[in-house]
């Protein structure tokens, strides 16, 4: 969002608690409500070119329906409202085991396990979304990163589906969305980015996450 702002966009942000959003601009607008609310969606569509998606859920046992429902959603309002351009943010733990060649024997057991078991129903509905997400005729793209990070960021590697590096700095996903709002490249495909040569350890970003919850 900071970003963006930087960058000159005129930004609406949605959110569950409009109240305590750390950010104030002349360009920003706040607006507040459920995103697998279709009213929700449709007030903070209005007026946008374009709409980047990094809603999240946390892992859990339960089932997760955040995504699709979000995506539904924006979906529909985008085609009542006319706006075109979809960035939607879901994860390189969905992307099917047998294009990542980018992982080592440790990581293919990792990203088996992820799958199968503690991060089953998150990567399921992300599945989910990115079908709504690719059956709909807006510009899509689908951005695939691995594990997120907080550390500055130094410069993404973007590619089609498959992309090396396990971890992405939160500032390069947030250059990467906001490049490809004018860059045609990706459209209507999946992009994976990744910040190269950044490493935190699979332990320190495993427990960071649990933490969130
Ligand atoms: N963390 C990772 O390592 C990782 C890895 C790969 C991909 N991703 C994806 O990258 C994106 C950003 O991840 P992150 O870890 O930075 O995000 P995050 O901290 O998990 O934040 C997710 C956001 O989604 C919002 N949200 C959840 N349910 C919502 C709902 N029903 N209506 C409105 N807002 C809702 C949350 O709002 P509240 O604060 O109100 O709950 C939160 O602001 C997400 O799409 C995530 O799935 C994350």
New binding site residues.
Partial sequence: MRLALERGHAVTA????PGAFPLQHARLRVAG????DPGVARDALEDCDAVI??????YTRRPVT??SR?ASAVVGAMRESGCRRLLA?????VTPLAQRDDLSVPGRAFHRLARRTFGRT?YDD?ERMEAVVSDSPVDWTIV??????DEPGTGYAIAEDVVEGPY?S?DD?AAVLLDQLDDDRYRRRVAAVSTPGLHVGALT?FRR?ML?R
């Avoid at 998606?53 to 946390?58: C, E, F, K, Q, R």
Wanted: with cysteine; proline share 6%.
């Fill in positions: 949605s959110t569950r608690q409500g459920d995103a697998t998606s990094v809603i999240g859920s946390a955040v995504y979000a943010v879901t994860s390189s733990g998150v992300m695939r990163p691995p594990g997120l990070t992405c939160r996903l970003t996450e969130k």
